[in-house]
């Protein structure tokens, strides 16, 4: 009885400081000077918000997730050498499949390619 009162209070007090912060954190008095960008004090030149290719933004997306999952790669090489279990092998086996699954549509979908 006393774990659940205890997990409600924390609950309350954590949206009570979200509300808090949220309010605080408001941003109020917008002028000119503060919603232009910043160009070394200088005028600014053209639009802060250019286009830019959703192809990049695609490539770039695509390279910080193969990147983390080279990340989580790196405790299944130690287990390869070191503690051969066959749940281990089993699992790292799978994450690889749906690794190689996830790159082989993106190359059917042609999300690799960089000019089309």
Not at 72 to 87: C, T
């Amino acid at each position: 009885m006393v774990m659940g009162l205890s997990v409600v209070f924390v609950c309350i007090v954590c949206c009570l400081f979200t509300g808090l912060f949220m309010m605080l954190s408001e941003k109020r008095g917008l002028d000119r000077e503060k919603c232009s960008p910043y160009e070394c004090g200088f005028e600014p030149i053209g639009s802060a918000r250019s286009p830019f290719s959703i192809r990049f933004f695609l490539v770039a997306v695509l390279f910080v997730v193969f990147d983390v999952e080279v990340v989580l790669l790196m405790p299944f090489a130690y287990m390869f050498f070191y503690g051969k279990s066959v749940l281990g092998i089993l699992s790292s086996s799978g994450f690889l499949l749906i690794l190689f699954v996830g790159l082989y549509h993106e190359y059917r979908e042609g999300s690799l390619e960089w000019v089309s």
